[in-house]
Each structure stands twice: as structure tokens, then as C-alpha cells.
Nanobody, 116 residues
């Protein structure tokens, strides 16, 4: 069982920045594929950004150039740096850990609200 815990959400004004963190348990964190997803009220959960165990990244078109995903295997942590935030980025952000053999684990989510 892998424990996944997000932190770093909050209220920020449009144009502002936030950094989300996701800590995952386990001694084999380096082989996890990690992803950030978000779900806004009334909408489906969507992929925001993902990073493979090799460090390759991909982003939703809506966040390209504004968000950056990174990982620190020594700390079992993945980050999502969010800049130039917009009201439409408001959502609950979830972290996902994917193991090579198919198991997936989700965190409880952290709220991000972009509003003036």
C-alpha cells in the first residue's frame, strides 16, 4: 500500500503562484510514475501534468508554459509549481502514484482557489 499526501493548496489572486507538494510512501518511489489531476465542481477529473520515473513530463494544453512538474526522488516528493494562475485553475488537485505493474494510488486532494 502506498500513502499519497498532497499539500500546498490555498487561496491566491489571479496572476499569483502556488507550489503543490505530494509525498508518497515506499522505498521504490523512484519507479513511480507521478501525476497531478484536478477536478472542478461539476466537471470530470482531468490530467494536469505527469512525470515518468525517467523524468519525462507532459502537460495539459491549458497549463503549458504556466505549470511545472518536478520530482525529488531523495525526498519521495513530486511538486507542481503553478504560475500565472487563472480563476479557471480553481479545483481540487489530486496526486496520483502509478506503479509499473499497474497499481495506482490517490491522495485526498488539496483545494486551489484563484480569486480576487
Amino acid at each position: 500500500q502506498v500513502q499519497v499526501v498532497e499539500s500546498g493548496g490555498g487561496l491566491v489572486q489571479p496572476g499569483g503562484s502556488l507550489r503543490l507538494s505530494c509525498a508518497a510512501s515506499g522505498s521504490i518511489f523512484s519507479i513511480y510514475a507521478m501525476g497531478w489531476y484536478r477536478q472542478a465542481p461539476g466537471k470530470q477529473r482531468e490530467l494536469v501534468a505527469a512525470i515518468t520515473r525517467g523524468g519525462s513530463t507532459n502537460y495539459a494544453d491549458s497549463v503549458k508554459g504556466r505549470f511545472t512538474i518536478s520530482r525529488d526522488n531523495a525526498k519521495n516528493t513530486v511538486y507542481l509549481q503553478m504560475n500565472s494562475l487563472k480563476p479557471e485553475d480553481t479545483a481540487v488537485y489530486y496526486c496520483n502514484a502509478g506503479l509499473p505493474w499497474g497499481d495506482e494510488y490517490w491522495g485526498q486532494g488539496t483545494q486551489v482557489t484563484v480569486s480576487s
